[in-house]
């Protein structure tokens, strides 16, 4: 859903509105502890909580979120968050720094806290999954592909229309990927590869329909709709928007940057608007 940057300036023009929005989401019709009365709380006037009218309670919205220790301005948090939600291809802590006014190190912390938020739990998946690894990091001499020497490699399944799980693994040995598989595909499921025999052991071991293409004799989609060009389209998004944009990743953060494009990949139907989607996590417990 389209929410222009207007919209959002003008229903979070400053720090309260921003704050208010976190009290109603966080706390409908609060009960006082102290009077008992319920739906009593203002705004404190110079304090970034809210009171009981009987003025001997307060809720503090941020508290248990990412914004809890933050000295930031919570309208620029929350700018910096539709910045992620809206953007493509992520959003550099330079962008960051720049688009908030703030030092590069809080544009870091910011981003690394968005990340964060952006993690999702492996998904159930059933009926077509396209499963399949890429191989990320920057240009090296040798062999490229699968091989190569100091990559990082992302695996991953796509249930066709359906949701996406990556993983960072060291290798792509069956029983590797075994357990990524076996852990949230459904029986009955048809897994959809390339010619990796890891797949093929794969799918013999949880007697699963297994449907191939062979990439290296050139093929790349069948008449009967196999193929790996799903996951493959997220794949190229994924590395041109890390080139792009982050230009270079260290192995350490790889796996929230993965995050963040599953995130949004896994999002990308919703009819409210991703920042609302992203806006609604920030009390949760994240890794």
């Given amino acids: 859903m389209r929410y222009s940057i207007l919209e959002f300036h003008r229903q979070y ?16 019709k609060p009960k006082c502890e102290v009077c008992g009365r319920v739906d009593q709380y203002h ?31 919570l ?5 910096a968050m539709y910045l992620f939600a809206q953007s493509k291809n992520g959003i550099a802590a330079k962008e960051i720094e720049r688009a908030c006014d703030v030092t590069y190190k809080t544009a870091w912390r910011m981003a690394t ?14 009926g077509s999954v396209e499963a399949d690894e890429t191989y990320i990091g920057g240009k090296r001499k040798g062999r490229r592909g699968r091989g190569a020497a100091g990559k990082t490699i992302v695996f991953g399944t796509l249930q066709r229309e359906g949701k996406l799980n990556t993983v960072i693994v060291p290798n792509v040995k069956a029983a590797t990927l075994q357990p990524h598989i076996q852990d949230n595909i459904a ?22 329909e297994h449907n191939t293409v062979e990439h290296g004799a050139g ?29 270079v990743v260290s192995p350490k953060y790889l ?14 139907l919703d009819e409210s608007p991703l920042f609302d989607a992203l806006l609604g996590r920030v009390s949760l417990p994240h890794v």
């Avoid at 193929?227 to 982050?246: D, P, V």
């Fill in 13 to 28: 023009p400053d720090n309260n509105a921003c704050l208010a929005k976190l009290f109603a989401d966080r706390f409908h």
């Fill in 43 to 73: 705004k404190h006037p110079t304090r970034p909580c809210y009171t009981c009218n009987c003025g001997k309670s307060h809720i503090f919205p941020k508290q248990g979120t990412i914004f809890e220790k933050s000295s930031t301005d």
């Fill in 75 to 79: 309208v620029k948090w929350f700018f």
């Fill in 113 to 126: 806290e968005i990340r964060k938020m952006m993690f999702d739990f492996p998904h159930d998946q059933s």
């Fill in 187 to 208: 029986k009955g499921t048809k897994l959809i590869t390339d010619e990796l025999r890891s797949y093929r052991k794969i799918a013999q071991i949880m007697d699963l």
């Fill in 219 to 247: 093929q790349y989609a069948k008449p009967d709709g196999t193929h790996t060009n799903s996951i493959e389209g997220f794949w190229s998004q994924l590395k041109r928007s890390i080139h792009g944009t982050y230009h």
């Fill in 255 to 268: 796996s929230s940057y993965v995050s963040e494009f599953a995130w949004r990949y896994n999002h990308r």
